[in-house]
């Protein structure tokens, strides 16, 4: 028992001693690929594999935006305090291409690697009418009640990004 206890504890200080120093890299700056980030870790005395990796950025919320991977609060500013509404209009401006309705759903465009931030800041934000969404790299399924609730949310979307007209409608 006593073996496997300290294997445990091991690996548990390791995993927490891996997170800080990525997490101490991305307040740096982005970085690009998960094999650049791999090789500042190993210069850290870090060997990781790209599984393990993988799932370090996804425990710690990391995000991969057009610049590399970066941690959320260095994404526009982007954390849950403030007012996630003005946030997400900011990023909204940003980011958005067009937010169409599909059903119940919204699609909105971004450009490739831009969908994170945006599926962020719909998350730190509590928008009457959005149950959830999904983001992709450069597309986000924003899920809404209803076919009306997903027209109107799809207007308000183009209007917090500062769109003219009606640029998704068919």
Do not use: W
Not at 11 to 30: K, Q, Y
Not at 127 to 133: I, Q, R, T, Y
């Amino acid at each position: 028992m006593q073996a496997c206890e300290y294997i445990c504890m091991t690996a548990s200080s390791a995993t927490i001693r891996r997170h800080h120093a990525i997490r101490d890299l991305l307040r740096n700056a982005p970085v690009a690929t998960q094999d650049a980030l791999g090789a500042a870790l190993a210069s850290r005395g870090f060997q990781v594999t790209q599984s393990t990796l993988s799932r370090d950025l996804r425990a710690l919320g990391v995000i991969k935006t057009a610049n590399g991977y970066a941690l959320p609060d260095a994404v526009g500013g982007l954390s849950h305090g403030g007012n996630g509404r003005e946030r997400l209009g900011s990023v909204l401006g940003d980011h958005l291409i067009d937010a169409i309705p599909a059903g119940t759903l919204v699609v909105l465009r971004t450009a490739p690697g831009h969908a994170q931030p945006v599926g962020l800041a719909l998350d730190a934000t509590d928008l009457e009418g959005v149950v959830g969404n999904v983001a992709g790299d450069d597309t986000i399924f924003v899920a809404t009640p209803s076919g009306t609730e997903a027209r109107r949310l799809a207007s308000v979307f183009r209007e917090m990004a500062g769109m003219p007209g009606m640029m998704g409608a068919a």
